[in-house]
């Protein structure tokens, strides 16, 4: 079972083995429609496409943040749709360096799959290997597997609130730093973080080549903000470029950490929540 990342060369030798379903994931924010086009004009052969606004994400409410994490029950269904079963090992890639094959992978793992892993490097190293591509769409799966959410693997805003002043919580903010510092936000109404949160910006997961860092590095990165895994909560602007984050801290042994999966774009959509801004300083 792979349960963080898989090479390009061990996704290319398992291309076409009906135990592995492929989940093409690449995604732009400032232009949503991209991914779908790129899929289409050339895919890892086999690979089913998931949208990280359509699949990836439950409805938007006034309340919510910009991508709420979808039903578990439609999450399981769009699986099943795949050919997942209970048994099957899943890899998601995206672009590389890039953030939404990571929000799949805590997706499976929340739904409580473990055999789910992230193609190292992306899309781009599998071009880099010169490995096949297909533009064909595979027929839809009649997978089994069932829903079983970890509700220990989330916190909602309240959750949040409640610890601030806890020395037991560490908000880990995976944001670019200007974001963070509340300088050019154009993607929430407000600009800022969360009282007390440090700031990891995601990219900072990856090396030159676009493949994560080796667990030793990542494993003293990580242990250098000092506190217990377990006591990191993760959050960004929606919840999806934290699960980098996350999943670089299980690629090197540190385990048990959690996603705020309303992020900041929930949090500043309530006044009354208190906020760091570029203004109070």
């Not at 732009?28 to 899929?39: E, N």
């Not at 949090?267 to 801004?277: E, F, K, Q, T």
Request: hydrophobic share 40%.
């Amino acid at each position: 079972m792979h349960g963080t990342l898989v090479s390009a060369e061990t996704l290319h030798d398992n291309v076409g083995s009906s135990s592995w379903v492929i989940v093409d994931c690449r995604y732009t924010l400032t232009d949503p429609a991209f991914g779908r086009l790129a899929y289409r004009e050339g895919h890892v052969p086999g690979a089913y496409y998931a949208s990280l606004d359509e699949d990836l994400a439950g409805a938007k409410t006034q309340e919510s943040g910009r991508h709420p994490l979808p039903g578990a029950e439609a999450f399981a269904a769009f699986l099943r749709g795949m050919g997942v079963d209970d048994g099957t090992q899943i890899v998601a890639y995206d672009a590389g360096s890039d953030m939404v094959a990571a929000r799949f992978w805590f997706l499976v793992k929340w739904l409580g799959h473990d055999a789910v892993a992230v193609l190292d490097g992306g899309f781009a190293a599998w071009q880099r290997a010169r490995y096949p591509q297909s533009r064909e769409t595979p027929a839809p799966g009649h997978g089994t597997i069932s829903a079983r959410p970890r509700a220990e693997m989330t916190l909602d805003a309240r959750d949040v609130l409640e610890s601030l002043q806890s020395p037991q919580m560490l908000v880990l903010d995976a944001r670019g730093p200007d974001r963070f510092a509340g300088l050019n936000e154009n993607l929430d109404p407000v600009g800022g973080h969360i009282p007390g949160a440090v700031n990891r910006w995601f990219k900072e997961n990856y090396a030159e080549d676009g493949r994560f860092k080796t667990p030793q590095q990542l494993r003293e990165e990580f242990t250098a903000l000092g506190s217990h895994p377990s006591n990191i909560v993760h959050q960004c602007g929606s919840g999806v470029s934290a699960c980098v984050n996350l999943l670089a801290m299980a690629h090197a042994g540190l385990p048990d950490s959690r996603l705020y999966a309303g992020s900041w774009s929930e949090w500043c959509a309530d006044p009354s929540r208190p906020m760091v801004r570029r203004t109070d300083s």
